[in-house]
């Protein structure tokens, strides 16, 4: 009788959870309206942006005037790879530096990884034992933020972006600093 009536209980829960529009995908993060953590990491060796020119590890200072999309990614994740058309796409918005953290990668992964899809990324900081993430209170890969000119984690997004989270998360959070046609 115990059985049924564990599992009843947890039917409930999850019945529950179905039918009040709760999505599991999203995360709360204590870091949004926070500093973002200050990150220096060493360059992916060997990648180059379009001119060929070595694209820089990443020193992230918070608060030194740059808008910044933070992308964590890795080449064994498979909705990083769902996700690099729109990083892709994102590359070509003036109001922001797209950089990213490798996680808990192996460097020539990495780098096989954005030669084959393209590099989106202005700074590439490796990051093997993925030790930097926990400052960022990084679940898992993708995840991504936005970080304000003065430093504050603006939006995070958990999961592969999408045009629909791109379009109803990031796009606001990022027209609240600056608006489309600044």
């Known amino acids: 009788m115990l059985p049924v009536v564990i ?18 995908q999203v995360l709360p993060s204590a870091l949004i309206g926070k500093p973002a953590p200050e990150t220096r990491l060493p360059a992916l060796a060997g990648l180059v942006n379009a001119s060929g020119a070595p694209v820089p590890g990443l020193d992230l200072v918070p608060g030194d005037g740059r808008t910044r999309l933070v992308n964590v990614f890795a080449s064994w994740c498979v909705p990083c790879r769902q996700e690099h058309p729109a990083l892709m796409a994102l590359s070509q918005d003036p109001r922001f530096d797209i950089v990213a953290i490798n996680y808990k990668d192996k460097p020539a992964n990495a780098l096989g990884f954005l030669r084959e899809l393209g590099n989106p990324f202005d700074a590439v900081g490796t990051d093997e034992p993925g030790r930097s993430t926990i400052d960022w209170g990084v679940y898992g890969v993708p995840e991504t933020f936005l970080v304000g000119p003065d430093g504050t984690i603006l939006w995070k997004g958990t999961g592969p972006l999408t045009r629909e989270s791109v379009e109803a998360g990031l796009l606001p959070a990022l027209a609240r600093i600056a608006p489309p046609n600044s």
């Open 7 to 24: 599992f009843a209980g947890l039917a409930g829960v999850f019945l529950f959870q179905l039918l009040s529009g709760h999505d599991p």
